[in-house]
């Protein structure tokens, strides 16, 4: 059975900086493409970033240059940093895992999802 656990969201200010995790268990994160995801409120789950099996990586415009995906093969985890936040980044964060190797960027690829972690940025 595949779990997701995000942890590490929290309140900031604009242009602080914030990490969220997400730890796996019963899959190994080389396995298949993992990425996140967010929601604001009254809004969609959009894309954040994902990193493929391979190692490739592909970041939203939104976020490109300001947050960083990694994975570590040791403690089976994932790890979003976020630098420069902007209140516009205020959202629950989703982390998500898919059986297939390459990444995707619509939310109905992905075949398990952690419950989310909020982050709120303020101006």
């Known amino acids: 059975q595949v779990q997701l656990v995000e942890s590490g969201g929290g309140l900031v200010q604009a242009g602080q900086s914030l990490g969220v995790s997400c730890a796996v268990s019963?899959?190994?994160?080389?396995?298949?493409?993992m990425a996140w995801f967010r929601q604001a409120p009254g809004k969609e789950r959009e894309f954040v970033a994902f990193?493929?099996?391979?190692?490739?990586?592909l970041y939203a415009d939104s976020v490109k240059d300001r947050f960083t995906i990694s994975s570590d093969t040791t403690k089976n985890t994932m790890r979003l940093q976020m630098d420069g936040l902007k209140p516009e980044d205020t959202a629950v964060y989703f982390c998500?895992?898919?059986?297939?190797?390459?990444?995707?960027?619509?939310?109905?690829?992905?075949?398990?999802w952690g419950q989310g972690t909020q982050v709120t940025v303020s101006s």
């Open positions: 019963g899959r190994a994160v080389t396995s298949g493409a």
């Open positions: 998500a895992v898919r059986s297939g190797y390459y990444g995707r960027k619509a939310t109905y690829d992905y075949d398990w």
């Open positions: 990193i493929s099996g391979s190692g490739g990586i």
